[in-house]
């Protein structure tokens, strides 16, 4: 029988490679071992990820990596999670994001590669798509009980739409329930404070850095 | 060439594919099996910045094809790949389109075809490429640059309000602005005294509304400037897009393409990019109709075109299309760097020579300080630009590599945090047009160190 020291590594390795297959293998050993499965994300899942992000923050790998890898760690995920009990299921997710780009704009790859490392760092992303309209993202976001709005725009004329969210939830009486995260190509920081938004990502990396720091003390 | 309702009709009847099937299986698996099969992995050549080898570039073109021909153009909006025969892309590169006249007399200017190492002149399209722009400055940021008579034709940057309410895409006012933002366009235009200096537009036109608005109405941009088409990613259309291309067929003018294929996405690496941006050029010729097809590598890291990454990919790219089509094809500089600054030079120098020696008939730009901030656009970065495009012309390759090579070091290391410059009104004078004395002393010096090495400047 494998020591779990084996089998932690052989996890990592998996979301590293970006191998689903290996993943899922890895995962149902580690519920064979009885291996708690809190420690499994954290100390092997998790870590792997980590070090993807790492690596695509340096240009090591490119973007298709990176979702491979998410595939791997959401694979394994799925069957380690619901054998978390208790306080533990706290400890999985970081909170719900609902994220998507604004109407009149069809730019997907900077909002896609958000999505994909959120998703990684162990929030639920729920992808409402592009060219989405504001009631859009706060209908999901209802229906879910999200903790956080991200909203993506490329252009100069497409970024006013960010502020029509941020507006609607405080026309709708809904401004405190969540968090609004701005980024995309004609964002700037000044642009998020102007708006009223609760946090601005310039890439990805910066723009999970920022959700985890709004939901950091949160209790989910 | 096939019929543009053939195309229509193939986007609602091609095979469908999903997405997430298109990015992952169609972009990222087919690319890297393509450049594997072509021996073209790992020919990404960091010292060697512009690219000297005819066999390499041959091979990509060779690549380019077959990828194209195994995946077409996908259409977004039915989930459809827009497939052709080998048959009908043979066809559609072999036709030749040697010259487009834009602008009218006296001010017209010629887009011609162009070869590696050309001695033809580029034409010289710059302004303040797609930048966000104030109204109550948009005469004079045009101006400053349609004043420079090294600049041939005018590319113009993008409204964010009509009469101060803002523009938003999809809306009536985006249909409103496209013909605002030609009127006030060709007003810097005659106020420079060129009245009929061709323009491209509109640019504020994320969907099709803009442009409707804009393109053919009376007061409008008229069949003689250019349209552009952008493509929303690699490979990709929609209706939006479609939309456009069957407007500008109805005005019988010619259409402009374009792209980002993207160093660091699906592509992945510099070779992806490359071999994604030619198959692009191919493909665009058919689904968009392009007369003028064009676009680039682009780095997603820093969100520019004149990384090491993209200068190398471009270069190649630029003499793959340029050795195998004959037709006007375009580049666009993207900086990062903003006004008022040598890096924001340097940029120019960097793309300019490297797009010039591998064929391109023009680079478009000059979209300063990322294209982000409003205003940080003026006519001296252009006229630069047009300077230097049109002084690298007949340069061996070689020579332009060796340029490139000491040009790169002077801003690379600044890529990720940029200096913002200065905006329009902190280093030029709105009414007499002229630069700020920092900003021409920045130019001056930059342009003495450019001859010292080589960059015949003073022939210009």
Known sequence: ?220 | MIPFIEVLKRAQSGPFCKPREWDMKVIYEKVRNTLNEHGLKGTYDPQNPVNTDDGLADEFFKAAFNLALEVGMYCIDTQRMIKFSEEELKEAIYEAVESVTIGKYPDEAFLRARKPEDEVLPTAFFGPFGLPIDENLWIPIHQSTAQYRVVDALVPGTLERLYGVEIRAGTPIETLAGKYEAVLTKEAVRRAGRPNMGLSGPETSPTEFGHFGGYGVPGGYEATDVNIVLAVAELKTDYARLHKVAHILNLGAPICSGHESMVGGFPETPEGATLVSIAAVILEIVVLQATIPGGNPFDVRFSCNTSRETIWADSVSGQAQSKHLTRPLVASLSTLAGPCTDMLLYECTAKGVSVVVSGHSLLWGVRSSGGIYKNYGTGLENKFAAEVTKASAGMKRSDANEIVKEILPKYESKLKNPPKGKNFLECYDPTTLKPSEEWATIYNRVRKELIDLGVPLQKR
């Open chain 1, 1 to 220: 029988m494998k020591k779990k020291s084996e089998i932690l590594k052989e996890l990592e390795e998996s979301v590293i490679q970006g191998d689903e297959e290996a993943a899922r293998k890895a995962a149902a050993e580690a519920i064979g071992a009885n291996l708690d499965p809190v420690v499994a994300i954290e100390d092997g899942l998790t870590k792997g990820m980590s070090l993807v992000g790492e690596k695509f923050r340096k240009y090591e790998i490119f973007v298709p990596h990176v979702i491979l890898s998410a595939d791997a760690m959401k694979s394994a995920l799925s069957l380690l999670e619901p054998r978390i009990k208790g306080e533990g299921k706290a400890k999985i997710t970081l909170g719900k994001v609902v994220i998507g780009t604004v109407y009149g704009d069809m730019h997907d790859i900077g909002k896609n590669i958000v999505a994909t490392m959120l998703n990684a760092a162990r929030f639920n992303v729920y992808d409402v798509g592009v060219e989405a309209p504001a009631r859009r993202f706060i209908e999901k976001a209802e229906e879910i009980g999200a903790d956080i709005i991200a909203v993506s725009s490329l252009m100069a004329v497409t970024k006013p739409y960010q502020r029509d969210i941020i507006d609607l939830l405080n026309d709708m009486g809904l401004r405190d329930r969540y968090k609004v995260i701005v980024g995309g190509g004609a964002v700037t920081p000044e642009w998020a404070e102007d708006i009223g938004a609760d946090g601005y990502g310039k890439d990805a990396v910066e723009a999970v850095r920022m959700a985890k720091k709004l939901v950091e003390g949160k209790c989910l």
